[in-house]
């Protein structure tokens, strides 16, 4: 991902965006998540270590869910496991700890919220083009998603993510 700031780029905030910055293509959409959501989690991270445990957690809170008679758990555990995982790994790549990630719930979806306290750092999705390693998190996070953006609030920056309940649907006769 390229970082840009007032002085140029910032290799050291790989992905985000300083405010204040002339914002340019790129940068994921400053909005807030839509209302009536249900509180179902909430993780603390202070190391990258601790991101297998939250993908087990995520896990066990999705289980312990009612669902649709036709979703389908791998899939809805799957992608929200991995857009967790992204969006929380750019937290702690880009900010200082702690990154707290928390899950809500509405009726046809689930929202990944991570919290950092870099509100001035916005982020930017790689470009496409790129070839380094690492970079493409929120391009795989929008993939997986219905709805992205971030926002701030009391000094702290929330980037979220909302992923569909995935229904089975039956084989045509």
Same mark, same amino acid.
């Given at each position: 991902?390229?970082?840009?700031?007032?002085?140029?780029?910032?290799?050291?905030?790989?992905?985000?965006?300083?405010?204040?910055?002339?914002?340019?293509?790129?940068?994921?959409?400053?909005?807030?998540?839509?209302?009536?959501?249900?509180?179902?989690?909430?993780?603390? =991270?202070?190391?990258?270590?601790?991101?297998?445990?939250?993908?087990?957690? =995520?896990?066990?809170?999705?289980?312990?869910?009612?669902?649709?008679?036709?979703?389908?758990?791998?899939?809805?555990?799957?992608?929200?496991?991995?857009?967790?995982?992204?969006?929380?790994?750019?937290?702690?790549?880009?900010?200082?700890?702690?990154?707290?990630?928390?899950?809500?719930?509405?009726?046809?979806?689930? =929202?990944?919220?991570?919290?950092?306290?870099?509100?001035?750092? =916005?982020?930017?999705?790689?470009?496409?083009?790129?070839?380094?390693?690492?970079?493409?998190?929120?391009?795989?996070?929008?993939?997986?998603?219905?709805?992205?953006?971030?926002?701030?609030?009391?000094?702290?920056?929330?980037?979220?993510?909302?992923?569909?309940?995935?229904?089975?649907?039956?084989?045509?006769?």
């Amino acid at each position: 991902m390229e970082s840009v700031s007032m002085a140029g780029p910032d290799p050291d905030r790989e992905g985000h965006v300083r405010v204040g910055a002339r914002a340019g293509k790129g940068l994921l959409g400053n909005a807030q998540p839509a209302a009536g959501k249900v509180h179902t989690g909430q993780w603390r =991270l202070d190391t990258f270590a601790e991101l297998r445990l939250l993908r087990a957690s =995520l896990r066990q809170a999705v289980a312990g869910q009612p669902l649709p008679d036709s979703a389908v758990f791998e899939d809805i555990t799957q992608r929200l496991a991995i857009v967790a995982t992204e969006l929380a790994t750019n937290a702690m790549a880009h900010t200082r700890p702690p990154t707290m990630v928390h899950l809500f719930r509405t009726t046809t979806t689930y =929202l990944v919220e991570v919290k950092d306290n870099e509100p001035w750092l =916005l982020p930017r999705f790689a470009d496409e083009g790129y070839t380094g390693a690492g970079g493409l998190g929120l391009h795989m996070a929008r993939k997986l998603s219905v709805g992205m953006g971030w926002y701030a609030d009391n000094g702290s920056k929330y980037v979220w993510a909302e992923v569909a309940i995935s229904v089975a649907t039956p084989w045509p006769r």
